[in-house]
């Protein structure tokens, strides 16, 4: 199970810090990542983590601007947004990957101009 939170509604030039917690069986977890879905738009990739956290992939707009980190202690990812964008406005999905993936029910953010 994926618990996401931290989403809302900011100004352009904004931050945000998204974080996904996952329970169940957690020992499996492989790469975990974020996905967002703007309004009329297909689900994107957002950026993805490796699990020892040495490697990191990022859509190319969100390029120093986003940055994707784990716990894995805590079993959790993290996704640190600054400098957003009104097309940054999306529901962010956080996403795991054991021997499949799963998703959790996403969080809303908002950015206004």
């Known amino acids: 199970q994926l618990q996401a939170s931290g989403g809302g509604t900011v100004q352009t030039g904004g931050s945000l810090r998204l974080s996904c917690a996952a329970s169940?069986?957690?020992?499996?977890?492989?790469?975990m990542g974020w996905y967002r879905q703007a309004p009329g738009k297909q689900r994107e990739l957002v950026a993805t983590?490796?699990?020892?956290?040495?490697?990191?992939k990022y859509e190319d707009s969100v390029k120093d601007r986003f940055t994707i980190s784990r716990d894995n202690a805590k079993t959790m990812v993290f996704l640190q947004m600054s400098g957003l964008k009104p097309e940054d406005t999306a529901v962010y999905y956080c996403?795991?990957?054991?021997?499949?993936?799963?998703w959790g029910q996403g969080t809303l953010v908002t950015v206004s101009s």
């Open positions: 996403t795991v990957v054991t021997n499949t993936q799963y």
């Open positions: 169940g069986n957690t020992g499996r977890i492989n790469v």
């Open positions: 983590i490796s699990r020892n956290g040495q490697a990191t």
